[in-house]
Structure formats: structure tokens, C-alpha cells
């Protein structure tokens, strides 16, 4: 679904990312990991079209998307989460997710003055719309919480809900499990695992929480310095010799990892 080809990404002198070449499968979990300023959001930034590649593309079912906006990427269903969550603190967590689809008839003085039914109607649909994902994501009694008063976790779970009203075709997870307690982590993580059974999402993963990784990403991809250093399965990521002197250097403990 998502490829990557050759890509280079230039700050002055530094490579962010350097020569990367990755695939993401349709219908996947991929992870990405590494230590820190291996170049993975640098990565996620360019494939959600904040940066332009220096060189190289990325395509997505064969379309070359290497300079669209965010925007753009959004409606051909590229959607993206943050590390810190980005909601609208003064609405409730219904409004939030109601505001994500796009081409709202509410939105156009036109219909809201002219054609007031067409508006009630469309509203209801995505009102029964965000009711099913917080549903989905047991956060019923939150309906009418406003969103700022959300734990850490409670606010990644109702990012993930906002990328599921418009049903994309990838969702990039930017340290989702950052700052959140375990046991709201093990609800994301059921979240993840269930859009990907149920509802057949792609998901690209960074991640440094090693159980998370472990337990829903199938391949694991290993950057550092910019580059792709290895790509597999968790348990051969973990025993792989060039991946745990890159985390940890020599001589240190595999377990570490």
C-alpha cells in the first residue's frame, strides 16, 4: 500500500533520513523503531507531507504522493497521529470527532441559510457516526466531556477515534503509547489490534514502548542514523546483533532491547 523509495531527507548538513527504502503492506501492523534521532518522525513528517523529500519518493497504492499537503493526503485517506495529542480542548469528545469529516454542508453559509434539512440530516449521520466510535472505543461515558479535560491516554484514544470517522487507508501512529498509563495502553492496544481484524486498517507504528511493538506490529522495521538497518519479525529484531549494538553498543545485555 504505502512505498517508500529512496528517500532523503537533508537539514543543512545533517541526514535526517537517509536512502530509505520501505513497504507497508495493505492490511498490516508495520513498526518502526530506533533510538533516538534515528530519523523516524523525521520519516513520518515527510510521508504526511510537513517536509518535502529532498530526494527520492513515496507512493501510495502506486501513486506518486512524494509533495502533497497534509491536506491532500487526508482526503486520499493518509491520516496521521501525533506523540502529543492535538485535539480541540474546548469541545466535547463528540464534537471532536463530528468535526473531522470533511465537506460538511454546515460548513457553506449557502445550504445552512437555503437548504437547512440537507444540513440536519448530514449532521445526524456523522452524529451516529462519531456515537459508533466512541462506542468502539469505550468512551461512552466521555461523550460530553470536554476534550482538554481528557487524560493523556484518554486524548490518544480519541485521536485513534478521529482517524476512524473517515475510514483511512492508513493511519501513521506517532508514539501512541507515550505518557499513557498501562492500563489505558492495553485499551489502545485492543483498539489497534480490533480496527485491524474487524476493519482491515493499515497501520504504521513508531514506537518505543518494546511490548507494545511486541505484541501488535508484524513486520518491525529497525532505523538508525537515517537509514533502514534491518527489517522483521519482533523475535528477530530482538536477537538481531547489528540491531542491539545500535540501541545499546557492545557488550550490552540483549534484554535491554
Known amino acids: 500500500m504505502l512505498e517508500i523509495k529512496n528517500v532523503n531527507k537533508f537539514f543543512g548538513g ?4 537517509h ?51 497534509p491536506h491532500e493526503l487526508f482526503a486520499k ?3 496521521r497521529t501525533f506523540q502529543i495529542a492535538h485535539e480541540f480542548s474546548s469541545l466535547t469528545v463528540l464534537e471532536n470527532l463530528m468535526m473531522v469529516p470533511p465537506n460538511q454542508y454546515g460548513e457553506k453559509l449557502s445550504y445552512a441559510l437555503l437548504n437547512n434539512l440537507k ?9 451516529e457516526k462519531a456515537v459508533e466510535v466512541i ?11 470536554l476534550a482538554g479535560n481528557l487524560s493523556g491516554g484518554q486524548k490518544k484514544l480519541l485521536e485513534l477515534g478521529r482517524t476512524m470517522m473517515v475510514d483511512p487507508k492508513i493511519v501513521l501512529l506517532d508514539e501512541v503509547g507515550a505518557g499513557v498509563n498501562r492500563t489505558l495502553l492495553n485499551e489502545i492496544t485492543d483498539a489497534i489490534l480490533r480496527l485491524n481484524k474487524e476493519k482491515n486498517y493499515t497501520f504504521f507504528v513508531i514506537e518505543h514502548d518494546m511490548d507494545l511493538i511486541e505484541k501488535i506490529c508484524d513486520p518491525v522495521i529497525v532505523m538508525a542514523e537515517g537509514s533502514v538497518l534491518f527489517k522483521g519479525n519482533f523475535e528477530e529484531v530482538k536477537n538481531n546483533e547489528i540491531v542491539i549494538e545500535a540501541y545499546l553498543g557492545k557488550g550490552l545485555k540483549k534484554s535491554k532491547l
Open 119 to 127: 444540513v440536519k440530516k448530514q449532521e445526524e449521520e456523522i452524529r
Open 77 to 79: 485517506g493518509v491520516l
Open 135 to 145: 462506542n468502539f472505543l469505550n468512551l461512552t461515558n466521555l461523550t460530553q466531556e
Open 19 to 69: 536512502n530509505a527504502s520501505i513497504k507497508v503492506e495493505e492490511g498490516s501492523i508495520t513498526g518502526l523503531i530506533g533510538p533516538n534521532g534515528a530519523g523516524k518522525t523525521t520519516l513520518f513528517n515527510t510521508i504526511a507531507g510537513l517536509y518535502d523529500p529532498d530526494e527520492g519518493n513515496i507512493f501510495l497504492n502506486n501513486e506518486n504522493i512524494s509533495y502533497l499537503k
Open 14 to 17: 545533517l541526514k535526517a533520513v
